[in-house]
């Protein structure tokens, strides 16, 4: 049998060094909507031979919130790994390098030593910038190559001859070095494609035959210009823009990302145009955040390549619920009600569903098991026909009780919860019961079901003082335990976080090195703390020296001050990790009060990482 292959002759693609931008004014009028243009031509789907997902939730996703603490990021990159960086589906994440908080979250998802996500970086196109990815050791990096007029000409002030050639000198440097170049064709949706962009790529592909290292390019469509249609024409084609790409310029689908935007609410269904066009990557970011109006949802393409490809454990799906308490709980985000997979009522229906249809077959309302692959039940809307089982069926489900804990419709306070709702349906009322109006209602009648301020504050107290005195430890005028040494770095901590009242540190047996007393007025009441004291029979001490992790009390009250405290504690180890003693802090619950909002605004800044 023969087989035979179609050979086509790579085209020489020209530069097309014009002396005036071209913005494509027919397409974009900018005082009027901007155009769609079709042609003749019909492009058939040819999918990625793998299609995967790369995140940029710490650069794109960090320029449309407040920015994420090194903890918080550290946490979000290992729940990517969970996610789907486990099988490789989630592929790679980006990071910015340019500040010490930058770095030390590069650090801190390097430190993780998985193999997906792979840590990459991001920087403009220019030597300087490099150098910090060299610095971190990373094996690659983005960096911005902006290809439309619009930024050669009107931003950069360049015409498109010395914009390639300022860009494919940085591109050389990286190949000297080791490093993947992944350039990102920022505005391609409005640029010249066979003037510019393919010219551009074929002098990439060109260097990386040369240098035997991948050089892979980003398709930015960076105002969200990219259309999904058959028959749509250039520049606004995705499905042409990645046959381009991969036919005329010979860029493995492999090295081709898609970066979209939701400017025309079409960043999901473009983002899947492409893989199913041949390129491999699609660039996302956790709940679509990304400058603007936003990325393509990293949660939602991941059902896109369950559904797609049919491959099931590619992910671990319930992971997605897990990232959005995480985004709720941790970072005080609102994912919307409504929000597809992600929203607490995003599989609920307005028509009211009451628990016996729930009973009967969740499956006539419900896109799929979304208890088995999100783990999250089907949520009900409370109606004058709901009764006291879909009262208390809301409350087990949107607080999340289980086993014991859970609300049965006989608590009296379902039936004054319930009898509420009635009145409000005999008075008139026509429409379903928010979300919003249920929680007054059951933290009215059952407030023992909800955090108080109080348990805030002791949630608050627990993470600072972890972090504080875990730095604190790690000091080497502690971790040498000479006692004047000691004493020195405690009075300055002190200095700063006056809501800690005594600090002490002992020895292996439990006697006391050094200790310092915060407030003078309080140095009597402390007068029998002293260097040599035993304090082997505290928990606060047995505990570390037990377990080598950190100990923190419940609040009491304390013996010397009568003050509202709690003890943080946590072993001291040399050079070896071997434990050597003991650093104790008992912490003001008054003071902490006192200072709560620049403690949070502190934290919040990663000030306390």
């Not at 660039?283 to 393509?296: H, K, M, V, Y």
């Not at 292996?508 to 402390?526: C, L, N, Q, Y």
Request: glycine share 6%.
């Amino acid at each position: 049998m023969t087989l035979m292959h179609l050979n086509r002759t790579t085209p020489r693609l020209r530069l097309d060094n014009r002396e005036t931008p071209e913005l494509y004014r027919e397409l974009f009028p900018y005082t009027k909507v901007s155009r769609v243009p079709f042609d003749d031509t019909i492009v058939m789907p040819r999918p990625a031979e793998r299609m995967f997902i790369t995140d940029t939730t710490f650069r794109d996703g960090q320029q449309a919130r407040p920015p994420y603490t090194v903890k918080q990021i550290a946490h979000i990159f290992s729940l990517l790994h969970k996610l789907g960086g486990h099988s490789g589906l989630i592929r790679a994440s980006e990071f910015f390098l340019y500040s010490d908080k930058d770095r030390r979250a590069v650090e801190a998802c390097q430190n993780m030593d998985f193999r997906y996500p792979e840590v990459t970086g991001w920087i403009r196109a220019n030597k300087n910038d490099l150098k910090l990815v060299k610095s971190m050791g990373l094996k690659e990096t983005g960096m911005l190559t902006s290809v439309s007029d619009y930024h050669i000409h009107l931003k950069l002030g360049k015409d498109r001859a010395a914009a390639m050639a300022d860009y494919l000198e940085v591109v050389d440097q990286a190949l000297e070095w080791g490093i993947i170049p992944r350039c990102h064709f920022e505005d391609l949706t409005r640029a010249d494609i066979y003037g510019f962009c393919l010219p551009f790529a074929q002098a990439l592909m060109e260097r990386s035959r040369e240098a035997g290292i991948p050089v892979k390019i980003r398709l930015c469509d960076t105002m969200g210009y990219g259309v999904p249609y058959a028959g749509a024409a250039l520049p606004r084609s995705v499905a042409k823009l990645v046959r381009a790409f991969t036919d005329e310029a010979q860029v493995p689908g492999e090295w081709l990302e898609w970066h979209g935007h939701n400017d025309f609410h079409k960043v999901l269904i473009n983002a899947s145009t492409a893989w199913l066009s041949g390129c491999a990557g699609a660039n996302c970011t956790l709940l679509g955040f990304g400058e603007r109006t936003g990325n393509a949802p990293l949660e939602a393409m991941i059902i896109e390549y369950i559904s797609l490809t049919g491959e099931d454990d590619a992910a671990n799906t319930p992971v997605i619920s897990e990232i959005v308490r995480y985004f709720e709980e941790e970072l005080e985000y609102n994912v919307p009600a409504n929000y597809p997979f992600a929203g607490r009522d995003f599989n609920a229906t307005s028509a009211g569903i009451h628990v016996d249809g729930l009973a009967k077959n969740e499956e006539i309302y419900n896109i799929f098991d979304t208890t088995k692959i999100l783990g999250r039940p089907v949520p009900i809307i409370i109606t004058d026909k709901s009764g006291k089982a879909g009262v208390s069926y809301w409350i087990n489900t949107s607080l999340e009780l289980a086993g014991d804990d859970q609300v049965d419709k006989r608590h009296p306070a379902v039936d004054k919860i319930y009898n509420r709702i009635m009145e409000a349906y005999e008075a008139g009322r026509n429409t379903s019961f928010s979300n919003q109006e249920m929680k007054a209602l059951v933290k009215r009648y059952m407030p023992e079901l909800f955090a108080s301020e109080f348990d805030h504050l002791k949630k608050l107290a627990h993470t600072l003082a972890a972090q504080l005195i875990l730095k604190l430890s790690e000091e080497m005028c502690i971790r040498q335990l000479i006692s004047e040494d000691a004493m020195f770095c405690m009075e300055r901590f002190l200095g700063e976080y006056p809501f800690i009242q005594f600090m002490y540190l002992t020895d292996t047996e439990g006697k006391i090195v050094a200790r310092k007393v915060s407030d003078p007025a309080d140095r009597p009441r402390f007068a029998s703390m002293t260097v040599g004291v035993d304090q082997s029979d505290r928990e606060w001490f047995q505990r570390p020296m037990q377990n080598g992790k950190l100990h923190i009390t419940d609040f009491y009250t304390s013996a010397f001050t009568g003050k509202l405290c709690l003890t943080v504690s946590l072993p001291v180890a040399d050079q070896n990790d071997k434990i050597t003693g003991v650093l104790g802090a008992d912490i003001r619950f008054e003071e902490l009060l006192k200072r709560q909002g620049d403690l949070e605004y502190a934290n919040d800044l990663g000030q306390m990482d």
